[in-house]
């Protein structure tokens, strides 16, 4: 089974307009992390947000925030009033086990859902 | 800020030759990461280290190498370079501290074995 399930492959959003990408996890573990990032055309990876499994709030970042919902295991990304620079891929990734855990660093990445920003 | 470089943006090798992918950062990251990335099936992680001359496997180390003599650097090695390795390879980084502990990823090196 997938760890990491996105299953919009593309989206075409208007300017200005919320824009909610999709992504489901399976672990078992109690403690895990969930990371949303993005690729601009140029190819570097960027840090956008992070979920701790025990966070009781949803996380946000300027225009991005985390729709965590644990028990039906989806941490969707939103964005709002979006612009044309978010125009990009999107991964979502999750980190299993407890980050005190030496050694226990490793990402588990989605497909990725890319996502165009229409004027 | 942290940087994460790597040698090449883009690569063109030759089957059967010995291909060397290097990438450094200049934080002071205890760990470091390589991942190669293709179109549907989004980052999967070939080896990674934690500290130096440290190194496990991540889910396909097969036809690759590593090596990390030094805590900045983290060289990932194809001994015999095969069709099947044209890829966009990413180098990341990470600071076992704190809560997050997200990864600081390079630019990409897109490596064409002909």
């Known amino acids: 089974a997938q760890k990491i399930t996105q299953t919009q492959p593309g989206m075409f959003v208007q300017e200005k307009e919320a824009v909610t990408l999709d992504c489901t996890y399976d672990t078992s573990d109690q403690s895990y992390g969930l990371f949303w990032y993005k690729q601009p055309s140029s190819g570097e990876m960027i840090f956008l947000i992070y979920?701790?499994?025990?966070?009781?709030q949803n996380a946000t970042e300027g225009r991005y925030s985390l729709n965590f919902q644990k028990a039906r295991k989806s941490a969707n990304l939103v964005i709002s009033a979006s612009q044309l620079g978010d125009s990009a891929m999107y991964f979502c990734?999750?980190?299993?086990?407890?980050?005190?855990?030496?050694?226990?660093?490793?990402?588990?990445f989605g497909t990725g859902t890319r996502l165009t920003i229409i004027p | 800020d942290v940087k994460v470089t790597q040698s090449s943006r883009y690569l063109v090798k030759r089957t059967g030759e010995k291909v060397f992918l290097e990438c450094v950062q200049d934080?002071?990251?205890?760990?470091m990461f390589w991942y190669r990335q293709d179109p549907g099936l989004g980052l999967r992680l070939i080896y990674f280290s934690y500290d130096v001359k440290m190194k496990e496997k991540g889910d396909i180390p097969e036809g690759y190498s590593v090596s990390r003599e030094k805590k900045e650097r983290f060289s990932l090695i194809l001994e015999s370079a095969s069709t099947n390795q044209t890829s966009m390879y990413l180098c990341a980084s990470s600071f076992p501290s704190g809560i997050q502990h997200e990864q600081y990823f390079g630019p990409g090196t897109r490596l064409t074995v002909t």
């Open positions: 934080m002071d990251h205890e760990n």
């Open positions: 990734a999750m980190r299993e086990g407890s980050s005190d855990l030496f050694g226990n660093e490793k990402l588990t």
């Open positions: 979920q701790g499994s025990y966070d009781e």
